[in-house]
C-alpha cells in the first residue's frame, strides 16, 4: 500500500473513531510504529488531527465540519487539478460544479482565472456563496434541494427538477471512489443522483479527484469509467494504469 493511500485510510478510519491509539494502528494497518508515527506527523500537518499522548484525535470530530477537514486533506494536489482544469474551459461555456472539496477548489481557480461571462450551476451552497461573493460577474445557478450536513450539497427531487431545464456544455465532478471493477462511485445514494442527473445533462463530464480516489470503490455506482470525456487528477497511479490497459474501457487522463 502506498504511504498516500494508507495516510488516507488512517484519516477515514480516524474520522469513524474519532481518536484512536497508536498501538491500534500498528495492528490495524499492519506496519511499523515508526511508519505510523510518520503518518500521523504528515497528517497533524495538514491540520486534519491533533496528536495526542498515545495516539491521535481527529481535528473536527463533528459531521459538520468534515467539508472543513476534508478541504485541507490533498490540499496542494487539489490546487493542481484545478489549474488543469479551469484550462479546459472557455469564455461562455455553461459549466456545472459538483460539490465537495476539489470542485471547492476549482471554483475559487475560476473566480481567480481570466474567465468571463460564464453560467455556473451547482448544487454545492458552499460553491454557491464563494461565487456570488466574488468580484466575477459570473451568472450563477442553484439547484435548490434539500441541504445535506456535512457535504452542503443539496439533493432531492426539487434539485433533479431544475437540473432537468438546462443544456450544460461541461461538467466537473468530484466522486468519492473510481476503480477498474468498480467504475465511477459516491458514498451517497442521493448526492449520486443528481451527479447522474447533470451529466445526462452535460455535453462534456470530467471527472476531478486526486490520486488517492483510484483503486476506491464506494456503495454507488453512478458511471462506468467509459462514460466520462476526461479524468483530471495530479498523478494516476501505475496499478489503475495496468488494470485499465487489461479491459475494453478508455479514457483520457488530464
Known amino acids: 500500500m502506498l504511504s498516500e493511500e494508507r495516510r488516507m485510510k488512517i484519516f477515514e478510519y480516524l474520522k469513524g473513531k474519532v481518536s484512536v491509539t497508536t498501538d491500534e494502528l ?58 488543469k482544469a479551469v484550462k479546459l474551459i472557455g469564455n461562455n461555456d455553461f459549466i456545472a460544479l459538483s460539490g465537495g472539496t476539489t470542485s471547492y477548489m476549482l471554483a475559487r481557480a475560476i473566480i481567480n482565472s481570466s474567465l468571463r461571462d460564464l453560467t455556473i450551476l451547482t448544487n454545492s451552497v458552499n460553491i454557491a456563496t464563494l461565487i456570488i461573493e466574488s468580484v466575477k460577474d459570473f451568472k450563477l445557478i442553484l439547484t435548490g434541494g434539500i441541504p445535506r450536513k456535512g457535504t452542503y450539497e443539496c439533493v432531492g427531487e426539487i434539485a433533479l427538477r431544475s437540473i432537468r431545464n438546462f443544456n450544460i456544455d461541461k ?28 451529466h445526462s445533462h452535460s455535453g462534456r463530464t470530467y471527472v476531478i479527484a486526486d490520486h488517492t480516489k483510484f483503486g476506491v470503490v464506494k456503495p454507488v455506482r453512478i458511471l462506468e469509467i467509459s462514460e466520462v470525456d476526461g479524468i483530471i487528477t495530479d498523478l494516476v497511479p501505475k496499478d489503475f494504469q495496468e488494470g485499465l490497459s487489461n479491459t475494453d474501457e478508455s479514457v483520457e487522463f488530464v
Open 26 to 83: 500498528i495492528e490495524k494497518f499492519n506496519v511499523s510504529g515508526s511508519t505510523i508515527r510518520r503518518d500521523l506527523e504528515y497528517l497533524a500537518t495538514k491540520q486534519l488531527i491533533r496528536r495526542s499522548h498515545s495516539g491521535a484525535i481527529v481535528n473536527t470530530p463533528y459531521t459538520e465540519g468534515s467539508f472543513i477537514v476534508n478541504y485541507n486533506f490533498m490540499k496542494e494536489e487539489k490546487k493542481v487539478i484545478a489549474e
Open 171 to 198: 461538467f466537473f465532478v468530484g466522486i468519492n471512489g473510481i476503480s477498474v471493477e468498480g467504475g465511477i462511485t459516491f458514498s451517497n445514494m442521493d448526492e449520486a443522483m443528481v451527479a447522474k442527473e447533470i
